[in-house]
């Protein structure tokens, strides 16, 4: 196994700058390339050193068993200037240290069994996370505790395939048969789980793509001048003239770690000529099955016939009176002159939170490749149940092994090792064969 090493802040010049060293040469390499101010060098955890007389750094010492890539490592926090790191890189290399490949601190981690699959592809929504609340999913996921349901599942899927193996393979042991009712109270218990988890999944995406509202209305009903309420800029064309607004403009509006895009869009109405127009209606129409909310704007004075496609669709739709400035105690907004907009906003994020039903037990972090992996252990799980539900489970045996093996497969692919040999480990342990 090679020593590597990595610049583990971004480049360029800085306060300071964290180097990583991590493998079998590099308690070696810090007794050569560093050298303690107080002296005589100890078997230091922290200490201040210097290198080669052009930096005061501190150096951090790890023994395998504390670090975190389950490996010899030290880390050497020096000031953060390109020409000292370079140098120090040089050294590193000169004392046998190689420069380390993308991630492979982590994949030195995950090898060493120090973290599983999961929570070292946790790391990188944890890196790459834009908001706090997406922060806390992913340092949920980080935790081993965290993902105890996992073992849980493992070890049931793994305690009823052995008790089927078993009868399976040695039929002349005459092994009681299986008791399924112990299985389902803690099945059911585990497919909650995993839907809770899945959910996670969906509001994880939610707050990462966003939420998309679309403005529509009838020409001149002041969908664009909304729009431009709602941002505070003159980003969409307002003007008397039907049909001013062809193409599709958005904004996007962040609060408390959400972020809502509202969406202008060309007015509808049943009698565009303009060849033009009636393409963006189209596109207006395509873009509105793709919204998680519709705000069709009216004017008290219209009689409104534009629900005549939006009631069609399967959206959430909210009915907003606009230009209220115009009339006397009317309820509604007014785009011109902002009144009502904060409160509108408020009621679209309530309506999109309340129809979601997001809350926070909804927490843990997951990515595609866990989610298929997820969809597949819900599914199995689910199949599991329903056999054992069946009155007669007796000769199902075969078929539920069958779905056991693949929800093992799939807990594999998260943990990234070979769980298997968990089955025959709990054969030898809970039988008598071969006595
Ligand atoms: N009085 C009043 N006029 C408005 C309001 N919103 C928009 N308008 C006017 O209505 C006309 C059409 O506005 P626009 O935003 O282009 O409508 P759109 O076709 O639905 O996008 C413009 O002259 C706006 O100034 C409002 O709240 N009050
Ligand atoms: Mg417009």
Not at 29 to 51: A, D, E, H, W
């Amino acid at each position: 196994m090679t020593t590597i090493y990595a610049l583990a802040t971004p480049p360029g010049r800085s306060a300071l700058a964290l180097i990583r060293v991590s493998g079998p040469k590099s308690h070696d390499i810090l007794k050569t390339v560093f050298k303690p101010l107080s002296g005589k060098q100890k078997n230091f955890v922290v200490t201040r050193g210097t290198f080669s007389g052009i930096d005061d750094v501190i150096c951090v010492k790890y023994p395998n068993h504390k670090s975190f890539t389950g490996e010899k490592s030290f880390e050497v926090i020096s000031h953060g200037n390109p020409v000292i790191i370079s140098l120090i890189f040089e050294k590193l290399e000169n004392a046998g240290a190689v420069f380390a490949s993308p991630g492979e601190f982590t994949k030195r981690s995950f090898l060493s069994g120090k973290i599983n699959l999961m929570q070292a592809e946790s790391i990188c929504a944890l890196i790459s996370a834009k908001s706090e609340r997406l922060l806390k999913f992913a340092l949920t996921s980080l935790s081993r505790e965290n993902l105890s349901y996992l073992d849980a599942i493992s070890e049931l899927v793994i305690k009823l395939l052995s008790e089927i193996e078993v009868r399976l393979n040695f039929p002349e042991e005459l092994i009681p048969c299986i008791q399924w009712g112990l299985y389902k109270n803690e099945l059911r218990c585990l497919i909650d789980k995993i839907k809770t988890i899945l959910k996670s999944h969906y509001f994880q995406t939610k707050m990462m793509e966003g939420f998309s509202i679309a403005i529509c209305g009838m020409p001149n009903v002041g969908k664009s001048t909304l729009l431009n309420s709602i941002s505070g800029q003159d980003k969409s064309l307002v003007y008397d003239l039907p049909g001013t607004t062809r193409d599709i403009i958005d904004v996007e509006f962040v609060t408390d770690g959400f972020s809502f895009t509202f969406i202008d869009t060309a007015g509808l109405h049943k009698d565009a000529q303009d060849p033009v127009e009636k393409m963006g209606i189209h596109k207006t129409k395509e873009k509105i099955k793709t919204v998680c909310l519709v705000i069709a704007l009216v004017l008290e004075t219209c009689n409104e016939s534009m629900y005549f496609d939006l009631c069609l669709l399967e959206n959430s739709i909210i009915e907003v009176f606009n230009k209220i400035d115009l009339h006397e105690n009317c309820k509604g907004i007014s785009g011109k002159t902002h009144c009502a907009i904060s409160v509108l906003i408020k009621s679209v994020i309530s309506i999109i939170f309340f129809e979601e039903d997001f809350s926070l037990e909804y927490n843990i972090a997951i990515n595609k490749r866990q989610k298929n992996e997820f969809d597949k252990i819900y599914t199995g799980l689910n199949n599991v149940l329903l056999l054992l539900s069946e009155n007669d489970a007796f000769g199902k045996e075969e078929f539920v092994a069958e779905e056991l093996n693949y929800i093992l497969t799939s807990l594999e692919s998260l943990y990234g090792k070979n769980i298997r040999n968990g089955v025959l480990e709990q054969i030898f342990s809970s039988f008598c064969i071969g006595k």
